[in-house]
């Protein structure tokens, strides 16, 4: 197991963003975790940065994640469907489709916007590329 990253979420340290095997733990904002436990949400965004120590690329499908709700500690367990790779986040949303991948959103200029805020996916994005990993 490797060490991933620590949140604190209610005072107490987390790790997340590692993999035991097929399984692999990742940390999920509220929103995006509550769109997943609704079923309104089939496909994470996921990009591999320099910030943050997680290659993505080690999921494939049948693999487990695991997601950590960073605000609340809640958790989720989904299975992968399929994970590609795309070379945008712009190409990403066109195939993948908004509904599939960010429910609330309308413009996808705004969609990339949020995608590309994230602390390292702008610049990861532009390096390593960005995965839309589909779960059920």
Known sequence: MSSGLTVNIKGIPVNIEYSEGNTHVIGLMDMPFEWIKQGKKSVEIRANSDVRPFDYGVIKPNHTLFFINEQTG???????????????????????????????????????????????????????????????
């Open 74 to 136: 809640e958790s989720l367990e989904r299975r992968v469907i399929r994970i590609d790779h795309y070379q945008t986040v712009k190409e990403l949303i066109n195939t993948e489709g908004m509904k599939n991948t960010l429910p609330t959103f309308v413009s996808i200029e705004d969609a990339i916007e949020l995608i590309h805020s994230f602390p390292g996916y702008k610049q990861g994005i532009i390096k390593y590329g960005v995965y839309a990993i589909e779960i059920m």
